[in-house]
T-cell receptor, first 113, second 117 residues
Framework: EAQVTQNPRYLITVTGKKLTVTCSQN?????MSWYRQDPGLGLRQIYY???????DKGDVPEGYKVSRKEKRNFPLILESPSPNQTSLYFC????????????FGPGTRLTVL | AQTVTQSQPEMSVQEAETVTLSCTYD???????LFWYKQPPSRQMILVIR??????QNATENRFSVNFQKAAKSFSLKISDSQLGDTAMYFC??????????????FGKGTHLIIQP
């Protein structure tokens, strides 16, 4: 089954404790992206990757890191999480943009205390 | 930068009725793509419909259709014969064509649609 998977689905952590949210897709997509969803704000892009070893900042990159060492994986790293990073996070993938449908993962609910 | 505005935070209609969700956007781009995504209570993001800006014809997908007015920068979603399973958040999204679309999707803030039995 073609899908984007994220782990963990739920995470409660404390300020300053490094964490990684994994994202993997099995559709051989070149493009991958991370979004965060906050009430009343919709979804905003954090980082994106056009292909292996090619990443760039989105609209809200502060406090996040990413890497793209393999085509299928695009982990999101929070080196020192803060409470304002409490959010719902989505990973998405697609064939090379523009215009192609982005397939979304199931989301990761992160709470930083 | 692009902006997407959804002016209706919440709407409620009776089952089987037709409902229209509004979306306007602001851009200086001439070529772009527009999308409607549905997010049910499961939180999964599901593509409902897609429109290329260079196409005059409005996109349709079964009970879902759009009214794309390029000059007015308007992209409304019409749901006909609404069903209980249509209850969800609906997001309008924009993707520019220039730069290879690498910027990804710019989303509106969403409209919470409730279908009443």
């Amino acid at each position: 089954e073609a899908q984007v998977t994220q782990n963990p689905r739920y995470l409660i952590t404390v300020t300053g404790k490094k964490l990684t949210v994994t994202c993997s897709q099995n559709m051989n997509h070149e493009y991958m992206s991370w979004y965060r969803q906050d009430p009343g704000l919709g979804l905003r892009q954090i980082y994106y990757s056009m292909n292996v070893e090619v990443t760039d900042k989105g609209d809200v990159p502060e406090g996040y890191k990413v890497s793209r060492k393999e085509k299928r994986n695009f982990p999101l790293i929070l080196e020192s999480p803060s409470p304002n990073q409490t959010s719902l996070y989505f990973c998405a993938s697609s064939l090379s943009p523009p215009g192609n449908e982005q397939f979304f993962g199931p989301g990761t609910r992160l709470t930083v205390l | 930068a692009q902006t997407v505005t959804q002016s209706q935070p919440e709407m409620s209609v009776q089952e089987a009725e037709t409902v229209t969700l509004s979306c306007t956007y602001d851009t200086s781009e001439s070529n772009y793509y527009l999308f409607w995504y549905k997010q049910p209570p499961s939180r999964q993001m599901i593509l409902v419909i897609r429109q290329e800006a260079y196409k005059q014809q409005n996109a349709t997908e079964n009970r879902f259709s759009v009214n794309f007015q390029k000059a007015a920068k308007s992209f409304s979603l019409k749901i006909s014969d609404s069903q209980l399973g249509d209850t969800a958040m609906y997001f309008c999204a924009f993707m520019k064509d220039s730069g290879g679309g690498a910027d990804g999707l710019t989303f509106g803030k969403g409209t919470h649609l409730i279908i009443q039995p």
